[in-house]
């Protein structure tokens, strides 16, 4: 290369970075930010009964049912109320209502598990949630929707049976079985 091409070079490389130093100088900036403080809210459902035979664990979450038997093939443990209160902070809505049993592996206690009904009623307009073989809920668990706002309470009432309604009597293979159901509502906030 000739050095007059060199210079030529040169010079526009020069007047390049001149260029560019001189638009950096003349650009102005400014910016603006947002910002928020967010407090995540508490769920805190807590159990309660007016029936006086009903025991309530000391967190609150577990209501225990007096023992029921030896029973006929035909029986009812009756409505038995249970209130949920929510003493959190964020409004829980419930989503599933579900059922489980626990008994032993004997044959009676097998039968008498998939014979035993299970109706559960909410108080406040009489809506039945679930009335049939508690096996039924189990394998289905039903969704539900309702919110529980801050304070706000929802009742039900729970009654184990067999022989009349949904539910036929137990058979002689349910003689002398042992099950211990239990009713769970899942919330969610």
Known sequence: MNTRKIAVVAAVAAAGFGLIGAGAGATFTDAVTTTQKVTAGSIDVQLTSSDESVSISSDGKTASF?????????????AVPTTITNRGTATASAIVLSVADVHAGDAASRALASQICVKVVSPIGGQVAYDGKLSGLQDNPLQLSGPVGPGATDSFTTEFYAGSGQCASLTNAAEGGVVNPSVTVSYVG
Do not use: E, N
């Open 66 to 78: 007096a023992d029921l038997g030896p029973t006929q093939s035909t029986f009812s443990s009756g």
